[in-house]
C-alpha cells in the first residue's frame, strides 16, 4: 500500500501523456511517463525494475495506440541503463544530472521514432530533440517533487 | 562474484523482454490476436480518457451557459432561416430520389436506400503527432464495427480502425497510412486519395499525364473496396503536379470534412450487398 504513490504518479503522467494539445506543441510534449519512471528505478532499484518498465510500456502503448511493444521497447531499454548507472547518477549535480536524463530521453524518443520508420513512417530528424529537451528542463521539478513525496510516504 | 552474476541476470532478462517486446511488435502488426487485449486495456483506460476530455466539456458547457439572450435570439433567427431553406431543399431532393429510384428500377439495378447512421461525438485525438486517429464516443455497444465510414457535415472523415465497448478508434483519411478510393464528378476517372498526415491535404498519384483533371475538380467516394459508401464528397482538387519525367500526373486535393475541427460525427453503416 505504501507503494501506491509510485503508481498514483505513473497514472498521473500517463494523463498528462494523453491531455489534447494543439498539433504545433505536440512535437515538444515531455515523454513524462519515462521522467517519472527514471526517477522511480533511480529511487527504488529494487521495486521499479525491468518488469515494472515493461507493464507501463504496455498501458503506454495502448493509450498512445502504438503497436504493442513499441514503447514498452524504449522504456525496457532505458530502465535497463539506468539500472547499471543509477549508483553514479544519484550523487551527480542536479545539472549533471539533467544531461544523463537527456541522454535516456532521446535514446527512448529515438527508439520509438525507429520503430515508426520501419513501418514506413519515417519522422524527420530535427523533430527528435524537442520532446527530450523539454523533459531535460523539466527533470529537476520532477525529481524534486518526486523526492519529497517518496520522503513523506517514507519509501526507500 | 555475486555482483557480476546479478549483473549478468539483469541483462538477461533486458534481452528477454526485448525479444518479448519485438515478437510482439511484429505480431501485433502482422495479426489482429492482440485486439483483445487491446480493447481490454483500453476500456480500463476509459475513465482516464474521460478525465482528460472534462476540460473541454466544462469549457463547452460554461460557454453555452454565459451566451448572451441577444445572441441566443440571433442564432436562434438564424437556425430558423436555415431550417426553411433546408426544408425546401429537401422537398427538391424527395422529388430527385424518387425519380431516381424510378429510373433504377427502369434500368433494373439495386435501389439505393438511406444508410443507417450512428450519431457520435469526438472524445479525444490522438496523442501521437505522426498519426491522425481521433477517439470516438461510440462503440460496439452502440453497434459500430471496425470497417465503418465516419463523416462530418461536408465530407468524408475517416474508418473505424479499433473497436471498444464504449468507444472506438478511428483513422483519418489525411493519416500516411490510409488510402480512400475516389472518383472525380466531373470526368468520372476512378483513383485513389493517399493520406500525407497533414489535416489540409491528400495526394493523388500516379495519375496518367491524359487524365482530365482541373483545379477545383470535385473527389466523392467511389464504393470501391466495399469500406466507403460511394457518392460522399470526400476532397477538391487544389494543385496539380506533372511529372515530365515519368510522365505521370500527380494532385493535391484538400479534404472536404473539417478533420480537425469537427466535434460531432457521423458512424455509417454499410448497407448489406
Given amino acids: 500500500m505504501r507503494y501506491l504513490v509510485i503508481y498514483l504518479s505513473l497514472l498521473l503522467a500517463l494523463v498528462l501523456m494523453i491531455l489534447p494539445l494543439p498539433e504545433w506543441v505536440e512535437i515538444y510534449r515531455p515523454n513524462w511517463v519515462a521522467l517519472v519512471l527514471i526517477y522511480w528505478s533511480m529511487a527504488l532499484p529494487k521495486r521499479v525494475g525491468l518488469w515494472f518498465a515493461f507493464l507501463t510500456g504496455i498501458v503506454v502503448d495502448v493509450s498512445q495506440g502504438t503497436l504493442f511493444g513499441q514503447h514498452t521497447l524504449a522504456l525496457v531499454v532505458i530502465i535497463f541503463i539506468n ?11 542536479m545539472p549533471q544530472q539533467a544531461i544523463y536524463v537527456f541522454a535516456l530521453l532521446l535514446i527512448n524518443q529515438v527508439l520509438v521514432a525507429w520503430v515508426e520508420g520501419i513501418m514506413g513512417r519515417p519522422t524527420p530528424i530535427l523533430t527528435f530533440f524537442g520532446a527530450p529537451f523539454i523533459g531535460t528542463l523539466i527533470w529537476p521539478w520532477v525529481f524534486v517533487l ?11 | 562474484m555475486k555482483n557480476l552474476l546479478q549483473a549478468r541476470g539483469a541483462f538477461l532478462q533486458a534481452l528477454f523482454l526485448i525479444v518479448i517486446c519485438i515478437a510482439m511488435m511484429i505480431f501485433d502488426h502482422r ?9 481490454n486495456i483500453s476500456f480500463a483506460l476509459a475513465p482516464l480518457r474521460y478525465a482528460v476530455s472534462l476540460p473541454a466539456i466544462a469549457g463547452n458547457w460554461a460557454g453555452e451557459w454565459f451566451t448572451s439572450h441577444k ?49 457520435a461525438e469526438l472524445l479525444s485525438v490522438d496523442q501521437n503527432p505522426y498519426r491522425q486517429l481521433i477517439e470516438i464516443n461510440k462503440g460496439s455497444d452502440d453497434g459500430v464495427e471496425i470497417g465503418h465510414a465516419i463523416i462530418d457535415d461536408f465530407g468524408v472523415m475517416g474508418q473505424v480502425i479499433h473497436v471498444n465497448p464504449r468507444s472506438a478508434t478511428t ?21 485513389v486519395a493517399f493520406g500525407r ?15 482530365d483533371i482541373m483545379i477545383g475538380d470535385e473527389l ?8 466507403f459508401p460511394p457518392d460522399y464528397p470526400v476532397a477538391e482538387v487544389i494543385e ?22 469537427s466535434r460531432q460525427v457521423l458512424v455509417i453503416q454499410p448497407r448489406q450487398q
Fill in chain 2, 197 to 211: 498526415g497533414t489535416t489540409d491535404s491528400l495526394e493523388l498519384r500516379y495519375l496518367p499525364a491524359t487524365a
Fill in chain 2, 220 to 227: 466523392v467516394t467511389s464504393g470501391l473496396g466495399g469500406r
Fill in chain 2, 171 to 191: 483513422i483519418l483519411i489525411s493519416d500516411a497510412e490510409h488510402a480512400t478510393p475516389v472518383q472525380f464528378i466531373r470526368s468520372g476517372t476512378r483513383s
Fill in chain 1, 83 to 93: 539500472m547499471n548507472f543509477y549508483q553514479r547518477i544519484r550523487v551527480l549535480t
Fill in chain 2, 71 to 119: 445572441a441566443l435570439l440571433e442564432e436562434n433567427e438564424a437556425l430558423r432561416t436555415e431550417g426553411r431553406i433546408l426544408n425546401a431543399r429537401l422537398q427538391k431532393l424527395q422529388v430527385l430520389a424518387e425519380e431516381n429510384a424510378r429510373l433504377r428500377n427502369l434500368l433494373g439495378s439495386a435501389a439505393r436506400i438511406n444508410d443507417e447512421v450512428i450519431i
Fill in chain 2, 31 to 39: 495479426f489482429q490476436h492482440l485486439e483483445v487485449v487491446r480493447s
Fill in chain 2, 240 to 261: 496539380i503536379r506533372e511529372d515530365q519525367v515519368r510522365g505521370f500526373v500527380s494532385a493535391l486535393a484538400a479534404p472536404r470534412a473539417r478533420l480537425d475541427s
Fill in chain 1, 146 to 156: 518526486l523526492r519529497d513525496i517518496r520522503r513523506k510516504a517514507m519509501l526507500r
